[in-house]
C-alpha cells in the first residue's frame, strides 16, 4: 500500500502563488510516473502536470508558463510550484504517482487532495 499525502493548498488572491507538496510514503520498490490533476467545481477531473521517472515534464495548456512540477525522488516527494493563480485554477488539487510494488505489481496511488481558491 503507497499512501499519498498532499499538502500546500490555501486562499490566495489572484497574481499570487501557492505550492503544493505530495509526499509518497508506504512499502513501495520505485514511483515511477507522478502527476497533479485538479476537479474544479462542476467540472470534471484534469491533469494539470505530470513528471516522469527520467524528469520529462508535461502541461496543460492552461497552466504552461505559471505552473511547474518537480520531484525529490530522495524524499518521495513532488511538487507543483503555481504563480500568477487566476480565479479559474480554484479546484481541488490532487496528486497520483504511479507506482511499482514488490513482486512487480504497478498501480496508481492517488492523494486525499487539498484545496486551492483564488479571490479576483
Known amino acids: 500500500q503507497v499512501h499519498l499525502v498532499e499538502s500546500g493548498g490555501g486562499l490566495v488572491q489572484a497574481g499570487g502563488s501557492l505550492r503544493l507538496s505530495c509526499e509518497a510514503s508506504?512499502?513501495?520498490?520505485?514511483?515511477?510516473?507522478m502527476a497533479w490533476h485538479r476537479r474544479a467545481p462542476g467540472k470534471s477531473r484534469e491533469v494539470v502536470a505530470q513528471?516522469?521517472?527520467?524528469?520529462?515534464?508535461n502541461y496543460a495548456d492552461s497552466v504552461k508558463g505559471r505552473f511547474t512540477i518537480s520531484r525529490d525522488s530522495a524524499r518521495n516527494t513532488a511538487y507543483l510550484q503555481m504563480s500568477s493563480l487566476k480565479p479559474e485554477d480554484t479546484a481541488v488539487y490532487y496528486c497520483?504517482?504511479?507506482?511499482?510494488?514488490?513482486?512487480?505489481?504497478?498501480?496508481?496511488?492517488w492523494g486525499q487532495g487539498t484545496q486551492v481558491t483564488v479571490s479576483s
Open positions: 513528471i516522469t521517472r527520467d524528469n520529462s515534464l
Open positions: 508506504g512499502r513501495f520498490v520505485s514511483i515511477n510516473n
Open positions: 497520483s504517482a504511479h507506482v511499482t510494488l514488490p513482486g512487480s505489481y504497478q498501480y496508481d496511488s
